[in-house]
């Protein structure tokens, strides 16, 4: 079983807005309204892929509601700890000729009770074999150490992890040695402090963590593809050459296909080439509507791994 932890989820409202304008009156051209988190994407993925998993994390009021209803029409099981305050709604302002413009809400406050809860909840839900994808920020309350402190619960129990945070929260479960990190080259800069402008310097910067014992590094590079380091060598992917509707939720898409993979024993060039597909088309789609897991199974058979490092860690 795969398991998804969104603390910190949302409602994301995307407004597609051709030539979208600052400060000046805009048309919206299309709206939506779908299930979000990093962690919830995963779920939201998982499942277009035909994956059974459960979603869990914090979430209350109505749009939280909206959430729970959203994931279990998906077919995707809910375990979450409610709360009485209203989970976030961000803004996607995705405009096709310029990008998105993300305007994120920071969550509400959550209580040590509450955290308690939570963590006895994911405790009694994981049995060895298992893996817990730790995805997104952490919301207001929330000690930077949390994510770190469940790693090294789930270890205990025979459960695998994969990490998608950023900032102190990532650096502390990074220390926490995670099965699986993934972070992105500014957030591998932030963990090294190495000014990395290489390939090369991707394997040398993630060797370390592999060397603590993490068993794979998933470094995104936005449209430049991304780069897989493992204990059996290094891989590299580029981007799929795609039309872009919006980029939010193409990580999360990216770490989903990579915990299915790893989970079912896929070889290393396979894991990437489906991460790979499953970012491009979760690109190609508005907002972060559900990717078709047909398609990302089409796409992966397109992508082109190459090895950049035969060395063994």
Do not use: W
């Amino acid at each position: 079983m795969i398991i998804t932890v969104t603390l910190n989820p949302a409602v994301d409202k995307t407004a597609v807005i051709p030539h979208f304008r600052a400060g000046e009156v805009n048309r919206v051209t299309e709206l939506r309204m779908d299930a979000g988190g990093k962690g919830v994407n995963v779920s939201k993925v998982l499942a277009g892929l035909g994956i059974e998993n459960t979603a869990t994390g914090i979430c209350g009021g109505a749009t939280g509601q909206f959430i729970l209803d959203s994931l279990r029409q998906l077919g995707v099981h809910t375990d979450f700890v409610c709360c009485a305050a209203d989970t976030r709604t961000n803004l996607k302002i995705a405009d096709p000729a310029g990008g998105t413009t993300d305007i994120n809400e920071p969550g509400a406050p959550v209580t040590a009770e509450q955290l308690c809860a939570f963590t006895e909840k994911l405790t009694a839900m994981t049995a060895p074999g298992d893996m817990v994808v730790f995805s997104g920020s952490l919301p207001p309350g929330t000690p930077q150490v949390f994510y770190a402190e469940l790693i090294l619960q789930c270890r205990k129990q025979g459960v695998r992890t994969l990490v998608d945070t950023s900032g102190e929260a990532l650096r502390q479960a990074a220390q926490a040695v995670p099965y699986i990190l993934k972070p992105n080259l500014e957030e591998l800069h932030q963990l090294t402090g190495e000014s990395i402008m290489s390939d090369d310097g991707i394997v040398r910067a993630c060797r370390p963590f592999l060397e603590r014992g993490t068993a794979l590094m998933a470094v995104t590079l936005g449209g430049s593809g991304a780069v897989l380091v493992t204990h059996a060598g290094a891989f590299r992917a580029d981007a799929l050459p795609v039309t872009v509707r919006s980029t939010v939720g193409s990580g999360d898409a990216f770490a989903a296909a990579m915990a299915a993979c790893v989970q079912r024993g896929a070889e290393d060039e396979e894991t990437l080439a489906y991460a790979m597909a499953a970012g491009a088309v979760n690109a190609m789609t508005c907002g972060t509507a559900v990717p078709d897991g047909a398609r990302i199974r089409e796409m992966a058979a397109q992508v082109q791994v190459r090895r950049i490092s035969g060395q063994q860690i």
